[in-house]
């Protein structure tokens, strides 16, 4: 079925990333770089209970931090529940592209309650270059005015229609959070949460 076939899929990855890791590590390797796990996990209401059978994938697969993804229409029902419920047992959810939630961009209260909960925020870089168009733009710079946003991400998908390139996103965030800040959501916050820590990051602002 379509769950035993995603958990198989899960377990090659991490296999694979494992494989790929020591040959970067080896002696005559002249690549360095480090490779590590992480996937966007779209919201449901069993997430707590996925994550404790072992069957999401978090960040650098250290069991800290786990990318949670909405659909694009609105915020889940009792959505602020099933994220709190993930806290409590110590795991941080990423709320990813907000920017490109209809609900957030229009009423963004409630995702800023989660970011108040603990939750993080990321936001893709495309958006605050307007690559996805005017709506998600808007929407990314009002949650960079209120630091809700503690990531920028590229949220690549190939090297051609959606390539790993941050460095126009981090020049647009500049000019909202300025140059200190920005860098940060691009080195120390997602340096901190690779280790497994919380970021030390803003005091959210209220929208």
């Known amino acids: 079925n379509n769950r035993s076939t995603i958990l198989s899929k899960l377990h090659e990855l991490q296999s694979a990333l494992s494989n790929l890791q020591s040959a970067i590590r080896n002696p005559q390797s002249a690549i360095t770089l480090r490779v590590l796990p992480g996937a966007d996990v779209h919201f449901s209401s069993d997430l707590l209970e996925l ?13 800290r931090c786990l990318m949670v993804e909405f659909d694009s229409q609105s915020i889940p029902y009792r959505g602020e529940e099933v994220l709190f419920r993930l806290l409590t047992h ?32 990321q936001v ?23 630091q ?4 920028i991400a590229s949220d690549a998908h190939s090297v051609n229609g959606r390539p790993p390139i941050l460095s126009a996103g981090v020049k647009a965030a500049e000019k909202i959070v300025g140059k200190e800040e920005a860098r940060k ?17 803003p005091e959210p602002l209220s929208p």
Not at 148 to 151: N, R, V
Not at 185 to 196: D, L, W
């Open 90 to 121: 110590g795991v941080i959810p990423i709320i990813t592209h907000p920017e490109r939630n209809h609900e957030i961009t229009r009423d963004p209260r409630r995702y800023y309650e989660m970011i108040k909960m603990g939750c993080l925020g």
């Open 51 to 63: 994550y404790k059978n072992g069957e999401l994938m978090t960040v650098s697969d250290n069991h």
């Open 185 to 201: 959501m691009v080195t120390e916050y997602p340096e901190a949460i690779i280790e497994g820590r919380r970021p030390n990051i």
């Open 124 to 146: 893709t870089a495309m958006s605050l270059t307007g690559e996805f168009g005017s709506q998600a733009k808007r929407g990314a710079e009002k949650l960079l005015a209120h």
């Open 148 to 151: 809700l946003i503690h990531l």
